[in-house]
């Protein structure tokens, strides 16, 4: 596809999400960099279809689609758990297993995922591995992208542990941590510096971001 140009602070960029908690996350990552940060919700663009079978899949879909409507360059992210126990899943259908009539309910799609657990017998430590996954695409208008990967490993947990971020974060308690995403401040989840990888998923993604095509200098 071809690398992009780097960005650079002062500059606009597109967030292709309508997902107010991934909003937060990129905003609070953005904030050393001096980008203008705009969503796709500002915008009022549609949200497309995720026909994708991949999380690459997916995040060029949704950036694609976002900087051929805008005309803007666009950062899509497409994130999901995967626990190992489970083939896997939810995988790319993370955010299916949270859908209801009214809305996305996570608080019935953390049950979801321990209730499988707990009908395989998963009720050990090492049977309850998984990750988050997160990969983020930048997609010019001209059709060129890149794309980057970031995952962190842990194990799930039961009941849910802390009211902080959002989705499966509750019962995700990140290797060599003995507290949940849920229970983590922002600060630690997402911390990264130049040179650097985060915590979470979308940090190491982000890290390798930045170091790809933003101009820090």
Not at 126 to 143: E, I, M, Q, V, Y
Request: negative net charge; charged residues 25%.
């Amino acid at each position: 596809m071809g690398s992009i140009a780097r960005l650079k602070r002062g500059e606009k960029l597109l967030i292709a999400t309508h997902n107010a908690g991934k909003l937060a996350e990129f905003r609070e990552l953005f904030t050393p960099l001096g980008l203008v940060l705009i969503s796709a919700a500002d915008l009022h663009l549609d949200e497309p279809d995720e026909t994708g079978t991949t999380f690459v899949d997916n995040a060029r879909i949704k950036a694609h689609t976002a900087a051929n409507a805008s005309g803007m360059i666009a950062l899509a992210d497409d994130s999901g758990l995967s626990v190992d126990a489970l083939d896997g899943e939810p995988g790319v259908y993370t955010a299916d297993w949270a859908q209801t009539p009214h809305g996305r309910d996570y608080q019935m799609a953390m049950k979801r995922v321990e209730d499988r657990l707990q009908a395989i017998g998963a009720n050990s430590p090492g049977l309850r591995k998984g990750s988050f996954n997160a990969t983020l695409c930048l997609a010019h208008p001209d059709g060129r992208d890149d794309i980057y990967v970031g995952q962190a490993t842990g194990t799930m947990v039961w009941p849910p542990r802390g009211d902080k971020g959002f989705g499966f974060d509750p019962i995700f308690m990140p290797d060599g941590f003995d507290i949940t995403f849920g229970e983590m401040p922002s600060s630690a989840k997402h911390s990264w510096a130049p040179g650097q990888v985060g915590l979470s998923h979308r940090a190491k993604a982000f890290a390798k971001f930045v170091e790809g095509a933003i101009e820090l200098s």
